[in-house]
């Protein structure tokens, strides 16, 4: 196993917009796995939103049951806004985690809760966007790490083929 791992698991997700965000997340982050359950997101799927094409690479994989067949080394994180949950800024991520993030218009299940090693929750007013929660978990690991050192070149292999513009250094 890797000296770190992140998989995404999505509960029952409706929306194919948010997914293909989810995905576009995942790549951006390094995931190295999207996970799903549920049937609501199959239906809508025929409507390609992962516009970076990120399964190509990353699998998008429906499953029964997220929990099934997981490396014994990763810890399960469950992101809701649920009493007695870590906030997110005071939350160390461990090194492999599955990241578990319930459907747009529900909750995860208590089972689910009690299995977690972890419940974090972004303190916002009211809930978050699937996709934005998503990418505020990943960034604030990604923060948090010490992968987190930015620099010209990581710039230059990120950004958009159209985007050309630099910090003029004064003096």
Do not use: W
Request: aromatic share 6%; glycine share 6%; hydrophobic share 40%.
């Amino acid at each position: 196993m890797a000296e770190s791992s992140v998989c995404i698991g999505l509960i029952d997700p409706k929306s194919p917009s948010n997914v293909g965000a989810v995905m576009r997340a995942a790549g951006c982050y390094q995931a190295s796995a999207v996970r799903y359950t549920g049937s609501r997101y199959d239906r809508a799927a025929r409507f390609h939103t992962d516009t970076k094409n990120i399964s190509l690479n990353i699998p998008l994989t429906h499953i029964d049951n997220l929990l099934d067949d997981l490396p014994a080394k990763i810890q399960i994180v469950c992101v809701e806004l649920v009493e007695g949950a870590t906030a997110l800024p005071a939350f160390q991520h461990p090194p492999h985690a599955l990241y578990v993030f319930g459907p747009e218009d529900g909750s995860l299940s208590q089972a689910l809760v009690d299995r977690a090693d972890a419940v974090v929750y972004i303190p916002t007013i009211g809930c978050m966007n699937l996709a934005a929660t998503v990418n505020v978990v990943l960034y604030d690991r990604l923060a948090k790490s010490s992968a987190a050192n930015g620099c010209d070149s990581l710039i230059r292999q990120s950004r958009d083929t159209n985007n050309r513009v630099t910090v003029n250094q004064p003096g």
